[in-house]
């Protein structure tokens, strides 16, 4: 594999794991459980866990769904910065 696309693939990686500690820092922090964002986003539960873990990156959808129905800071869900309020 080309070197470029392995530096991708790294910072790739970091990033959903990055999105998906913040995902589940929020909700941990706002008392949500993980049934409660499935039911409320559409998707499954084990989906939730692959985003929290960072297994898998969510979809725009499911940021949209979650920043709508949870208050979420769009920014700092994604981007980071200080911890959300």
Known sequence: MPKNIEIIDSQEMIYRQELGERLKSFRVKNGIRQQEVAAETG???PSLVRYESGKRCPSLYFVKQFVEKF???LHWLV???????
Do not use: H, P, Y
Request: aromatic letters at 8%.
């Open 79 to 85: 981007f980071g910065g200080e911890d959300q309020k």
């Open 43 to 45: 998707i499954q539960q």
């Open 71 to 73: 208050g979420c800071d």
